[in-house]
């Protein structure tokens, strides 16, 4: 695998990782407040870090559909911000690239040749 990819996997891990405790403490912060407004933000963060595991279990695969939906996957994620932004009128550039850095840069990764080449090939 190369080194493109493994610092991919690794920033996928992170993800996952980060959604995980992102998780618990919206799972908390809704229990201890019974706020409602927070749902929308722990079904996102839910349903993001399961899709995002889901998809590093498959990494091995090496099929071609699990990078393009890894990249799809990063694509809604900055989409549904991009979105919430644009509700409350707060989308700047600092927002849109700074907060998702490292989504950025697992699409960027995934886009170079190397990964076409690596996902193309056959599992071992």
Do not use: C, N
């Amino acid at each position: 695998m190369p080194g493109t990819l493994k610092a991919a996997q690794f920033i996928i891990t992170l993800e996952v990782v980060f959604g995980l405790v992102g998780l618990a403490v919206t799972m908390a912060g809704f229990f201890f407040a019974f706020d409602w407004g927070i749902l929308p933000a722990l079904i996102h963060a839910a349903g993001s870090t399961a899709l995002f595991g889901w998809l590093l279990g498959r990494w091995s695969s090496r099929r071609v559909y699990v990078r393009w939906a890894i990249i799809a996957a990063h694509l809604l994620v900055i989409g549904a911000t991009v979105l919430d932004l644009a509700l409350f009128s707060t989308v700047t550039w600092q927002a849109m690239v700074g907060q998702h850095i490292l989504t950025w840069a697992v699409i960027i990764l995934l886009l170079l040749p190397s990964a076409g080449r690596w996902f193309s090939g056959p599992a071992s």
